[in-house]
C-alpha cells in the first residue's frame, strides 16, 4: 500500500471511529433522556391522581358524616338534599340495615356506585363513601352513601390537573372514558395492557404509558399516557450525518496524503500553538497547490476562530448585563417562591447542570430547602419534589460549610462517614448568599470578626442561604467561571429574599396599632368580615367584646399623656395574656378596644369578659408620678357583648350591638359587662339541626346545645375546628 493509502485509512480510522460511537451515544442518550423524562412526568402525574381522587373520597366520606350525624330522619333528608346544593357531593343515598334505600336525593348518578374503600369492579358509575347510622344506644341503623359522577367531565378534570392523557379502563379490556384522541385510543389500550405496577411501557407511536389502580383508597382502574418529546426522524438525522462525516473525512485525507515533510510539520507546529490557546499562529503559503491551499485555509481558520472567541466572549458579557437588568426585575416582586424558581432554572440553564437546588437558613440554624429542581434518585429520604425534605445543619457537610464559611465551594463529591441529609451526586458547585454587605466571613478563621448577634447557631457569617447546582452535562466538573456566574444569580437570591422580608415587615407595620403592638382598625374590618364568612360556612359563633377603659381621661389629666400611654400598652398586654392563641385583640382608637372570640357563645364570651374585668380591676397599673416615686394607677374596664349570627346578621351589626351593649355597661356604672339583647325579628339561620337537650337555666345559647325549640346553636363544639394562622402574637 503506498504512503496515501496508509494516511488514508489511518485518517478516516481515527475520525470515522469517533463519529461513529458519538453517534451512537447521542441517539442512546436522547433516547434514554425521553424515556426518563417521561417516567418522571408520569409518575408526578399518578401521585396527583392518587391526591386528587383521596381528595375527593375524604369530602364524600365529611359528607356523608354530616348527613349521618343528624338524629332526626326527617331533618336529616333536608341535611342530604343541603349537602347536595352546597355542591360536597352530587347525590347522596340512605339505606336502612337492611339495605333498601330509604331516601335518595334526585337526579343523582346512574351505574353502580363504587365505595371507595370497596373492592374494584367494572361498570363504575360514581365514586362513594359510605358511613353507617347508630343511634346513641349503638344500633345499626344503616348506612349514608355520599358520591359524585365518574363521568367525561371527571376524567377530563383528572387530566387537567395531571397535564396528562387519562383513560378509564372498563374490564374486560374496554374504555370508559377517555381524553386521548381517536388516532392513539388503540395505541394506548395495547400498551396498558402490557403495564404492570409502576412500570412505563411505550408506544410504537413514540407516546409511554402508565397504569394506576387499582389499589386502596383509588379504586378506579386509570391510565396514564404522555407523548414523548424525541424529535421524529432523530436517526435518520444521525446517520445522514454520519454519512456526511465520512464523505468528509474521505475528502480530507485525500488532501492530506499529499502534503510534503516540511509543510507537515510546519502545520503541526501551528496546530500545537493553536491547541495551547495561541490564535494568532500562522503557516508560510509557500506554493499555490494543495498544500498551499491548505496553509491559506488553516490561517483563514484560526482568524475566525480567534473573531469567533471574541465574539463569544462579548456574548458572556452581555450575558452578565442581561442577568443584572433580571435581577432588577425580580427585585421587584414580592412572590419569594416564584423568583427563586427563576433563579434556579436561570442559573441549571446557565451552566448545563442536571440538578439544583436553592436552600434558606432557618431559625434553628438549620438550611431548609425552598425550591429544587431535579433530586429524584438524589437523596434516599423524604419525597424529591417536596424541597422542605431537604434539610442540612449549618456547618455540617459542604452545603453547611459553605453558609457557615461564606466561601463557594466546587468539585467532586465524596461520600461523608456521617450522613450529613445532603443530595448524592459526582459533581458539584456551591456558592452562599446574604443580604449586600453580608457575606465577608466570620469567626474563628477571621480574627475580629466574631459571629453576629442573631445570626443562627453554628453559623459564622450572615448568610441567608446557599444556591447549589449538580452534576454538568458531559461529566465535566464545574468551573471559576461557573462560580462568577453563580455568584451572580445568588446576589438576586440574596435581594429577593431582603426585599420580601421587608414587604412582609411593612405589611405587618400597616395593621398594628404601633403604641400596642395589637391590631388597628383597618384590619378589624377585615377580620370580622372574615370571621363572619368562617362562622357561615361551618355553623359556628362569633363573640365580639367591645371594651372601653372607664375614665380614661382623668388618667391623662391627672398624670400626663405619658402615664396614659403607659396604661394603654398594659391593658393590651393584659388582654393578650387573658385571650386564646386563636382570638384577635384590636385597637379601635384612643382607649377603646375590640375583641373577637371566634367559636365562642354567650357563656364563653361573659366567662373572658369577668376575666378582663377582674384582671385589670385588680391589679393597679404603676406608671412614673411627678416625683421619683412611681404611681399605681387604679383601671376598670366596661365591656360590652354581642353574639354572631344571635344578635346581628352581618359583621358590622355585631360591631354595633357589642358598642350598645358597651354603652348599657357604662350606663350601669362601668366596671362591668352586658350583654346584647337579642333583636327582634331573629337574624337568619341556617337550616337547624335537632339535637338532645335544652337550654342551661340562665337562658344563655351555648355552642352545641339545643335551644328550647331544639335547634343547635353553631360554636366551639358544633364540628370539627376548621385551620387557623395565630397572627400578631
Same mark, same amino acid.
Given at each position: ?172 379490556? +374496554? ?117 498551499? @491551499? ?5 490561517? @483563514? ?67 431548609? +430547602? ?137 405589611? @405587618? ?93 354567650? @357563656? ?126
Amino acid at each position: 500500500m503506498t504512503l496515501r493509502g496508509r494516511l488514508t485509512a489511518a485518517f478516516l480510522a481515527v475520525v470515522l471511529g469517533p463519529v461513529l460511537l458519538g453517534a451512537f451515544f447521542v441517539g442512546a442518550t436522547l433516547s434514554a433522556v425521553d424515556h426518563s423524562r417521561a417516567t418522571e412526568r408520569l409518575g408526578l402525574a399518578a401521585a396527583g391522581v392518587r391526591t386528587s381522587i383521596d381528595a375527593l373520597c375524604q369530602q364524600l366520606r365529611a359528607a356523608a358524616d354530616a348527613v349521618a350525624l343528624v338524629g332526626d330522619p326527617a331533618v336529616r333528608s333536608r341535611a342530604a338534599d343541603q349537602v347536595v346544593a352546597r355542591g360536597l357531593a352530587a347525590a347522596v343515598r340512605m339505606a336502612d340495615a337492611a339495605g333498601r334505600t330509604t331516601y335518595a336525593t334526585p337526579g343523582g348518578p346512574a351505574g353502580r356506585w363504587q365505595d371507595c374503600a370497596g373492592t374494584p369492579a367494572s361498570g363504575v358509575g360514581a365514586l362513594s363513601a359510605q358511613v353507617g347510622l347508630r343511634d346513641p344506644a349503638g344500633t345499626d341503623l344503616g348506612a349514608v352513601a355520599a358520591a359524585q359522577p365518574v363521568d367525561r367531565a371527571f376524567v377530563a378534570r383528572l387530566a387537567a390537573v395531571t397535564g396528562v392523557g387519562v383513560t378509564l379502563l372498563d374490564d374486560p379490556g +374496554g374504555i370508559t372514558h377517555t381524553t386521548e384522541e381517536q388516532g392513539v385510543r388503540a395505541a394506548v389500550l395495547a400498551a396498558a395492557g402490557k403495564a404492570d405496577g409502576n412500570r412505563v411501557t411505550g408506544t410504537g407511536d413514540g407516546r409511554y404509558v402508565r397504569r394506576v389502580g387499582p389499589s386502596p383508597g383509588q379504586p378506579l382502574p386509570l391510565v396514564l399516557s404522555v407523548p414523548g418529546e424525541r424529535a421524529p426522524g432523530l436517526y435518520g438525522a444521525l446517520i445522514a450525518a454520519v454519512a456526511l462525516a465520512a464523505l468528509l473525512a474521505v475528502l480530507a485525507a485525500w488532501r492530506l496524503a499529499r502534503v510534503t515533510t516540511r509543510p507537515l510539520g510546519e502545520l503541526a507546529g501551528a496546530v500545537d500553538r493553536v491547541a495551547r490557546g495561541d490564535l494568532s499562529a500562522r503557516v508560510p503559503v509557500r506554493s499555490r497547490d494543495e498544500i498551499g @491551499r491548505l496553509a491559506s485555509a488553516f490561517n @483563514r481558520m484560526t482568524r475566525e476562530t480567534g473573531s469567533y472567541v471574541s465574539a463569544l466572549t462579548s456574548s458572556r458579557d452581555q450575558l452578565r448585563n442581561h442577568l443584572a437588568v433580571l435581577g432588577d426585575t425580580l427585585a421587584s416582586t414580592h412572590d419569594l417562591q416564584r423568583i427563586l424558581r427563576v433563579i434556579l432554572d436561570s442559573a441549571i440553564a446557565a451552566t448545563g447542570a442536571r440538578a439544583g437546588a436553592v436552600l434558606l437558613v432557618d431559625g434553628d440554624g438549620v438550611l431548609v +430547602g425552598r425550591c429544587v429542581e431535579g433530586m429524584a434518585g438524589r437523596r434516599p429520604t423524604g419525597d424529591p419534589a417536596d424541597p422542605a425534605t431537604l434539610r442540612v445543619p449549618v456547618g455540617a457537610g459542604v452545603l453547611g460549610a459553605v453558609a457557615a464559611t461564606g466561601e463557594p465551594r466546587r468539585g467532586r463529591w465524596t461520600p461523608p462517614d456521617v450522613p450529613t441529609g445532603e443530595p448524592s451526586c459526582e459533581t458539584y458547585v456551591a456558592v452562599p448568599f446574604a443580604t449586600p454587605g453580608g457575606t465577608e466571613p466570620r469567626g474563628p478563621d477571621r480574627p475580629g470578626h466574631p459571629p453576629a448577634d442573631g445570626d443562627p447557631p453554628g453559623s459564622a457569617c450572615a448568610a441567608l442561604g446557599v444556591l447549589v447546582l449538580y452534576d454538568r452535562l458531559g461529566g465535566h466538573e464545574f468551573h471559576d467561571d461557573d462560580v462568577v456566574t453563580l455568584r451572580t444569580f445568588a446576589g438576586h437570591a440574596a435581594v429577593a429574599v431582603e426585599n420580601v422580608r421587608v414587604h412582609e415587615e411593612a405589611q @405587618r407595620l400597616s395593621l398594628t396599632d404601633p403604641l400596642t403592638g395589637l391590631w388597628n382598625y383597618r384590619y378589624l374590618r377585615e377580620s370580622i368580615r372574615r370571621e363572619v364568612e368562617r362562622a357561615n360556612r361551618f355553623g359556628r359563633m362569633l363573640s365580639v367584646l367591645a371594651l372601653d377603659l372607664d375614665r380614661f381621661k382623668n388618667v391623662n389629666d391627672t398624670w400626663g399623656h405619658a402615664a396614659g400611654d403607659a396604661v394603654l400598652v398594659e391593658f393590651a398586654r393584659r388582654v393578650r395574656g387573658v385571650i386564646r392563641e386563636v382570638d384577635l385583640a384590636f385597637r379601635q382608637g384612643g382607649e377603646e378596644f375590640v375583641v373577637l372570640l371566634p367559636e365562642t357563645d354567650a @357563656r364563653g364570651a361573659t366567662i373572658v369578659a369577668e376575666r378582663l374585668g377582674a384582671v385589670v380591676r385588680d391589679q393597679p397599673v404603676t406608671v412614673e408620678g411627678s416625683g421619683d416615686d412611681p404611681v399605681r394607677v387604679p383601671v376598670t374596664v366596661s365591656i360590652g357583648i354581642a353574639v354572631y349570627p344571635d344578635h346581628a346578621a352581618d359583621g358590622q351589626q355585631v360591631l354595633d350591638a357589642a358598642d350598645d351593649a358597651l354603652y348599657a355597661a357604662k350606663a350601669a356604672g362601668r366596671d362591668g359587662y352586658r350583654l346584647a339583647p337579642a333583636p327582634d325579628p331573629v337574624p337568619t339561620q341556617e337550616i337547624p339541626v335537632v339535637a338532645a337537650g335544652l337550654s342551661p337555666p340562665d337562658g344563655l345559647p351555648r355552642a352545641g346545645a339545643a335551644d328550647p325549640a331544639g335547634i343547635v346553636q353553631g360554636g366551639a363544639s358544633s364540628g370539627p375546628h376548621p385551620p387557623r394562622q395565630s397572627r400578631g402574637r
